[in-house]
């Protein structure tokens, strides 16, 4: 089925491991997005890529690396897991850089590091 | 910088009642609005957005939304609520002014408990 998917959608881990989470879409969209979702805080913006190879900071990018090496893939690493890291991850894409466009959202990743 | 306060964290409410989801925003320069709902353990789903033009934009599942630009207002109404739209409900601004990207300012969201 064509759209934006994550990969896995949970996982545990522990303090100090490397953890990469997984995005993927079909659409070809250009642009992609990490963001994470905390309670009280909604969704904070941690990364995103407008091209392949072409990434940049968001709000909150502090302990998190992210490769754009193809189209269609967006993977976010967190190279050192640590217990704020604990969170659901949404990643999200839109045809254009417009701020009137539509950003589309995989179904999230709930990460709990212990 | 742009901000998004959801005044209410949670609203419960009885099925075919009518439900408001407040939501400000902080600027009053020209921003482009948006409401999305989270389904229980599912991503976010954009149910309308305010571009321009008339104020009142009309979306899915029976829902729409009020753009007051004096009040720097955006609330999410339904005349009727079924069990099916308990979910959370993000109200998100974009300012076409920050460089023009595309960049979601979140607020916190509203728990919309629809109880039969």
């Known amino acids: 089925d064509a759209g934006i998917t994550q990969s896995p959608r949970y996982k545990i881990t522990e303090t100090g491991r490397q953890v990469t989470l997984m995005c993927h879409q079909t659409w070809s969209h250009s642009y992609m997005f990490w963001y994470r979702q905390d309670l009280g805080h909604g969704l904070r913006l941690i990364y995103y890529s407008a091209a392949a190879d072409i990434t940049d900071k968001g709000e909150v990018p502090d302990g998190y690396v992210v490769s754009r090496s193809k189209t269609e893939n967006f993977p976010l690493t967190l190279e050192s897991a640590t217990r704020s890291q604990t969170s659901v991850y949404f990643c999200?894409?839109?045809?254009?850089?417009?701020?009137?466009?539509?950003?589309?959202f995989g179904p999230g990743t709930r990460l709990t590091v212990l | 910088a742009q901000s998004v306060t959801q005044l209410d964290s949670q609203v419960p409410v009885f099925e075919e009642a009518p439900v408001e989801l407040r939501c400000n925003y902080s600027?009053?320069?020209?921003?482009?609005l948006f409401w999305y709902v989270q389904y229980p353990n599912q991503g976010l789903q954009l149910l309308l957005k305010?571009?321009?033009?008339?104020?009142l934009v009309k979306g899915i599942n029976g829902f729409e939304a009020e753009f007051n630009k004096s009040q720097t207002s955006f609330h999410l109404r339904k005349p009727s609520v079924h069990i099916s739209d308990t979910a959370e409900y993000f109200c998100a601004v974009s300012d076409p002014g920050s460089g023009g990207y595309n960049k979601l300012i979140f607020g916190a969201g509203t728990r919309l408990a629809v109880h039969p």
């Open positions: 600027s009053s320069v020209s921003v482009y």
């Open positions: 999200a894409s839109s045809e254009s850089f417009a701020a009137w466009d539509t950003q589309y």
């Open positions: 305010y571009l321009s033009g008339s104020t």
